[in-house]
């Protein structure tokens, strides 16, 4: 049964299945669909600075500081950004995967302030709408990584040398 499940954990996907691949943007779709959302509440003008600066990030700063050194350049990776990046940017060497993680820092925001803006929205209108939402993004958030985790990262060729899983177990090394 132990070999069995190594076998099992040693699992490596050479391109994702268009399932999980769908799965994860329905996720990534909402969080940015409230982000945009939340920030267009509190001004519109927020909202068009989210987007841009989600778009500019997603379309520049993942590519080049993570896909371009990626195994899944070119290929369906666990978002499908690879298959993209693959069209628009050169591969690097594979061996420089981690040396661009630290930009990933630019990518974060995408994700962390729309909680912010939905926690500033709840204080001021204190109302059961924004407690929902806020609770609900928080949910998503979470669900996201969990999905990540399981169906992302889980079977990744680079999980092993990859600095963003740091859920790295005994298991899976």
């Not at 978002?79 to 993209?84: S, T």
């Not at 990540?148 to 889980?154: A, D, E, M, P």
Request: charged share 20%.
């Amino acid at each position: 049964m132990e070999q069995r499940e190594k076998e099992k954990i040693e699992v490596c996907f050479q391109e994702y299945p268009k399932a999980f691949v769908l799965g994860r943007l329905l996720l990534l779709g909402i969080i940015f669909v409230s982000g945009a959302y939340t920030f267009y509440q509190l001004k519109v003008e927020l909202s068009f600075i989210y987007l841009f600066y989600s778009v500019l990030t997603i379309s520049l700063v993942l590519p080049l500081s993570r896909c371009v050194f990626c195994s899944y350049h070119g290929k369906l990776c666990n978002v499908g950004w690879g298959k993209i990046a693959g069209w628009v940017f050169p591969k690097k060497t594979e061996e420089n995967f981690t040396s661009g993680y630290d930009y990933m820092l630019f990518v974060y925001p995408i994700w962390f302030f729309p909680l912010l803006g939905s926690l500033v929205q709840l204080a001021r209108f204190k109302n059961l709408f924004w407690l929902v939402f806020s609770v609900g993004y928080i949910l998503i958030l979470v669900l996201e990584k969990v999905y990540l985790k399981n169906s992302g990262c889980r079977f990744c060729s680079q999980r092993k040398i990859c600095p963003g899983v740091p859920f790295k177990s005994e298991k899976a090394s």
